[in-house]
């Protein structure tokens, strides 16, 4: 059965710094990989996914994420975060593609001036 | 805006109650995942439908149901409600077996007295 960890509950960041959300995966296929935001009473926003090809991939807002197979992680990188990036951030294997996604416990992102 | 959208926002029942939370999928989509996110935890995989037959399951007991309709809107039902199934309840669609984005909607939070 796959599962993730993601080992930070909580990070804090001053707006402008730059950001990396840990995610570690345990699948025994190959892996297909996401990154999810949720704000306070929101639902889930796909942030990238990985698939297949690049290890380097691009997202929205200005995130991206590397997939390392030799590390089994996915982390979550942006140069420079804006306060509007605080939220929660889930880090989630797919079996099949897009389906029945297994999520990690999330990571609670604040961002201070 | 993704297209999901889930009924009702909030509901509040009482323990033994039997509830049913409502979903309609994006334009296109042929399958629909529910998953349970319990306050402070990543969302659990409840199960899937595709062509109104379900489709995968995870750890959940058969007071857990759902149908999907020929219109591919979704209902979720939970029998013989306990406390621990307060919760924020989201629905996802997408095509399966497509590389396709799975979207999620605004969930429903039940709370369980």
């Known amino acids: 059965a796959q599962s993730v960890t993601q080992p930070d509950i909580h990070i804090t960041v001053s707006e402008g710094a730059s950001l990396e959300l840990r995610c570690n995966y345990s699948?025994?296929?190959?892996?297909?990989l996401f990154w999810y935001v949720q704000s306070p009473g929101q639902g889930l926003q796909l942030l990238l996914k990985y698939f297949s090809g690049d290890t380097l991939v691009q997202g929205i807002k200005g995130f991206e994420a590397e997939f390392k197979r030799s590390q089994s992680s996915f982390n979550l990188r942006k140069p420079s975060v804006h306060w509007s990036d605080a939220a929660e951030y889930f880090c989630?294997?797919?079996?099949?593609?897009?389906?029945?996604?297994?999520f990690g416990t999330g990571t609670r992102l604040t961002i201070i001036p | 805006e993704t297209g999901v959208t889930q009924s009702p926002t909030h509901l509040i029942k009482t323990r033994g109650q039997q509830v049913t939370l409502r979903c309609s999928s994006q334009?296109?989509?042929?399958?629909v995942s529910w998953y349970q996110q319990a306050l402070g935890q990543g969302p659990q995989f409840i199960f899937q439908?595709?062509?109104?037959?379900?489709?995968g399951r995870g750890n959940f007991p058969p007071r857990f149901s759902g149908l999907q309709f020929p219109n591919y809107s979704s209902e979720l039902n939970v029998n013989a409600l306990e406390l621990d199934d307060s919760a924020l309840y989201l629905c996802?669609?997408?095509?399966?077996?497509?590389?396709?984005?799975?979207?999620f909607g605004p969930g429903t939070r039940l709370t369980v007295l």
């Open positions: 334009s296109g989509h042929n399958t």
């Open positions: 439908y595709y062509r109104e037959e379900e489709n």
């Open positions: 989630a294997v797919g079996v099949r593609g897009n389906e029945k996604l297994t």
């Open positions: 996802a669609s997408t095509r399966r077996d497509s590389t396709d984005t799975q979207y």
């Open positions: 699948y025994g296929a190959t892996p297909y």
